[in-house]
């Protein structure tokens, strides 16, 4: 019953919060020019295979997130198979096409910005860099090239976009944006060459640019990396991966460029092979350094996986055509996610070792809203892998968590400018349309306190409250027995000042933006007594005395004014019943007994006071509150009510509705969306990671790929630690 009490005005609250956060959900288009071209200029290079397929996996995620998307690529027979829904918008990648490409979204950017909204504008490329006999550096498209002028000067430099975003999965990509002559070097190490990067970029090219950020990923060897695993590159699946959810540390829908870094990381850092070497840069815009590249504000109404705080598991997500979604490596430690498309999707979790077998299970297409990973049903699986680098990919990629340690560490030595709140946001996936998600918290401290005044962000307190009623002002002397109603301030308290005591049952919420209550809701009781004389008329039978109990059943509920303070105003409303009872006493010359009165009696308050919150297990309230209540007419007697103003001073002592911290939470949501009836024990929390060391001397290269068709096992050894700046994976170009 208490859950459904506390379920019940969580749904009456949910209305009112998803108007709040419509109204400070920015008015904002995004659109974007996706091109993949397989094509090459340079007899030397060998065609890409997967630049086709890249491209189109953009293009269906952006959609997928309202973005406007103009496709410029060539599908092969295959892709055409996988992608039939792509075919119809796709163009192909020439000079031509992409600057008829850009006059039309030109064109809808200005047509919206004209209505007062904010515009972005993705620009992404996946194929072949290269420099000419010239020295000009360009990109290849088929039949034609795009130069660095035609990036600066067609497509950014035209821009009417507010924001930005370039980002370029391409061999010599760094070489392609960054100036002519100077003093770059590209002979760095992997911490060197990140920054190094990221300061010319701010010093040349794009300080021109503040409204744009960008991303790129080259390797060390300068070749274009792709894998058949992936059906694509291996940059560019991590880049998805981010956007779906994988990077979004702190889960507000939105993907800064600090979090997309961390993650890409994170994904690299266990890489070992200097053949799967990829660098990755990312640089902000410089006008907001936490300007996110995309953005969701009602992400928690979507179909999403969700992963609790407690998981550490890595997992694949895959669609019924086989296209690979997205991977992920939880840290652990805060709660994650996952946005699903349509449709069926297979879900795969790592075994506890490289070699160890995957587990598997299945999302049906009915399963909507919020899902929880935790409740889903597994059972083995077998997929093996082949060729010496596809074993390094499988030992490397996404060997490292992704969590709030990882972020922190690089963060710190990238000097990038971290994301403002890094801890999961429980307003949007708690006070939402399913509310019955709140099950998934651990309320894991990420600091790792154990403090007996820690929030518990995200959980349910009930409180306790004990206090005393007192008199405001002097009773009035001997009222007349004439008057047609009388009062409590008529008569004199119970005990000096104090005219009962009263107890009260309060519940409320907290979160990690708001470490006190906001609000709460109330139900109150107690007894409360007093007494008059009263001014009889002499030989008239009339009472000279009244006596009067109460008890007061009140539900109510207070608002406060700030969010942290400790010393809060607050202010807020009752309605309910005063049971009462009343004894009139006569003068016994007269010859009459006492009579007596028994009733309930409507009420309605409004009251305000100040809290002092010392933590949330105890505060002491102080109040003023005014009571209004029902009257009845009293045959040749005077009536009585609690109309008047009283005082209140009272203690509250509150713990929370949840296991301890480091206990598992309880669930009451569950799926039935397993395809298997056995499921495993769930494993241990695992920590976050430490801030990552700075990336170990790099190995000797390894042997020449085998062939496709001999078989090489995953290595069983545990990855090296993570390098949280540059981003280590690749595949055969």
Wanted: charged share 25%; net charge negative.
């Amino acid at each position: 019953m208490k859950t459904e009490m506390f379920l019940t005005l969580t749904l009456a609250l949910s209305a009112l919060h998803d108007e709040a956060r419509a109204a400070e959900a920015p008015n904002r288009k995004r659109f974007a020019l996706v091109v993949g071209s397989n094509d090459t200029q340079d007899p030397q290079q060998t065609p890409l295979q997967f630049a086709d397929d890249d491209a189109a996996r953009v293009a269906e995620l952006l959609t997928e997130l309202g973005t406007d998307v103009e496709l410029l690529t060539t599908l092969d027979t295959e892709s055409q198979a996988l992608f039939p829904q792509v075919v119809p918008r796709t163009r192909a990648p020439t000079r031509a096409n992409l600057l008829a490409a850009r006059d039309a979204l030109s064109a809808r950017i200005a047509s919206v910005a004209a209505a007062g909204a904010e515009t972005e504008l993705i620009l992404y490329y996946s194929g072949h860099g290269n420099v000419g006999p010239d020295g000009n550096e360009y990109l290849n498209l088929t039949g034609g090239r795009l130069s660095r002028d035609d990036l600066f000067g067609e497509l950014l430099g035209g821009s009417k976009a507010t924001y930005n975003h370039l980002v370029i999965d391409a061999c010599r990509s760094e070489a392609f944006v960054l100036a002519r002559g100077g003093d770059w070097q590209p002979d760095r190490g992997d911490l060197e060459y990140t920054r190094a990067v990221q300061r010319y970029l701010g010093e040349r090219q794009i300080a021109q640019f503040p409204n744009t950020g960008v991303t790129l990923a080259t390797s060390a060897d300068q070749q274009t990396h792709e894998w058949a695993r992936y059906r694509g590159g291996v940059f560019t699946h991590q880049l998805l991966s981010g956007l779906r959810g994988g990077a979004d540390l702190n889960g507000d829908g939105a993907v800064e460029y600090s979090e997309l870094g961390a993650f890409v990381a994170a994904a690299n850092s266990g890489v070992r092979d200097p053949r799967a070497r990829l660098r990755v840069v990312v640089l902000p815009p410089a006008a907001d350094q936490r300007h996110p590249l995309v953005q969701d504000v009602a992400v928690a109404e979507r179909r999403v996986l969700l992963f609790p705080a407690f998981d550490d598991g890595k997992y694949t997500l895959e669609d019924a055509r086989g296209v690979r979604l997205a991977d992920l490596h939880r840290a652990g430690g805060q709660p994650s996610y996952l946005r699903l498309p349509e449709g069926e999707v297979f879900v795969y979790r790592a075994g506890a070792t490289p070699d160890a077998p995957e587990d598997e299970t299945r999302i049906e297409p009915s399963a909507r809203g919020l899902i929880d990973a935790s409740t889903m049903a597994w059972a083995p699986t077998e997929r093996r892998a082949r060729g010496a680098l596809d074993a390094a990919f499988r030992a490397g990629l996404f060997q490292v968590g992704y969590g709030p340690g990882y972020y922190a560490g690089y963060t710190d030595q990238t000097h990038m400018l971290a994301t403002e709140h890094p801890e999961w946001k429980f307003e949007i996936w708690h006070n939402g349309k399913h509310v019955g998600t709140t099950t998934l918290d651990e309320n894991v401290d990420p600091d790792g306190a154990d403090d007996d005044d820690a929030p518990f962000w995200g959980a349910r307190w009930g409180a306790l409250a004990f206090g005393t009623q007192l008199g405001v002002g002097a009773p009035s002397q001997d009222p007349d027995a004439d008057a047609r109603t009388l009062s409590s301030g008529d008569t004199q308290p119970w005990m000096g000042q104090v005219r009962g005591f009263e107890m009260s049952w309060h519940s409320f919420q907290l979160s990690r933006d708001d470490p006190y209550p906001g609000s709460d809701f109330f139900f109150r009781s107690g007894y409360v007594r007093g007494e008059t004389g009263l001014m009889a008329t002499p030989g008239v039978r009339e009472p000279n005395t009244l006596a009067y109990q109460s008890v007061p059943l009140f539900f109510g509920f207070n608002g406060y004014l700030f969010d942290e303070f400790p010393l809060r105003p607050f202010a807020g409303a009752a309605l309910g019943l005063d049971v009462m009872h009343l004894r009139y006493g006569f003068d016994d010359a007269l010859g009459r007994a006492d009579r007596t009165d028994v009733s309930a009696r409507f009420g309605f308050e409004l009251h305000a006071g100040l809290e002092l919150r010392m933590t949330n297990h105890f505060a002491v309230q102080a109040e003023f509150r005014q009571l209004w209540s029902d009257t009845r007419e009293l045959s040749g007697l005077p009536d009585f009510n609690q109309d008047g103003l009283s005082a209140t001073l009272a203690v509250q002592v509150a713990l929370p509705f949840q296991d301890e911290p480091d206990r598992k939470p309880k669930r009451s949501l569950h799926f039935d969306i397993g395809v298997r009836e056995d499921r495993e024990d769930e494993r241990p929390v695992a920590p976050p990671p430490a801030q990552p060391p700075v990336t170990p001397p790099t190995p000797a290269p390894a042997s020449e790929p085998a062939p496709a068709s001999e078989t090489a096992p995953a290595p069983a050894s545990e990855p090296a630690p993570p390098a949280p700046v540059t981003s280590d994976s690749a595949a055969a170009p």
